[in-house]
């Protein structure tokens, strides 16, 4: 069956780091990845799309890759800020019909200062 | 000006009861989608609606039954409520290949 995994449920880094979170998925050929955040008590927001066909993408301090022969994608933050601290989901989707968005379980990110 | 909206925000209810959750955007989407956040944090997905066509419909007890009454209201009824029935219920919306636009969340109690 699919599965899609985020390295960690938590990471802890310090105020000007970079943050790097890692997603991994098995049984699946997405045809998009999406990076959404996700705040206590809050729905998801979304922060970025790559294509299967694009290696990189970025978004200000935000850069996703996309491995599509590792099976794999890195979100990172760039010079993280305790404004970052939240969950980052990671998300799949395929270009059949009548699919949706499938999510992997999170990562919780703590900055500190 | 909030794009999704679900009503309400939390919603106690007694094991057996039938209860609906609305959800409106008011993005011009086209298509609508409900999924369900356990205790886990785990997000997954239940229903989609493309122009009030059903188009994905998970494994999900027929006890639920969603209904689109125009492209920008999908809502959510669910009968006979169990415990397990308990967690957060988000709805969302996209149009095209773009990121899904959420709303806050329905976070549903069954005693």
Redesign the interface.
Known sequence: SQKIEQNSEALNIQEGKTATLTCNYTNYSP??L?W?RQDP???????L?IRENEKEKRKERLKVTFDTTLKQSLFHITASQPADSA?Y?CAL?SNQ???????G??TTLSVSS | DTA?SQTPKYLVTQMGNDKSIKCEQNLGHDTM?WYKQDS??????MF?YNNKEL??NETVPNRFSPKSPDKAHLNLHINSLELGDSAVY?C?SRTG?????????TRLTVV
Do not use: D, H
Not at chain 1, 41 to 47: H, I, K, Q
Not at chain 2, 40 to 45: A, E, M, N, R
Not at chain 2, 97 to 105: D, E, H, L
């Open positions: 045809a998009y999406q959404y008590g809050r729905g998801p927001v979304f922060l799309l969950t989901l989707e019909a009548g699919t949706a968005l499938i999510f379980k999170g | 999704v989608y886990k944090k785990f997000l997954k997905i989609s188009i994905i988000f969302a290949n773009y990121g899904y636009t959420f709303g806050s969340g």
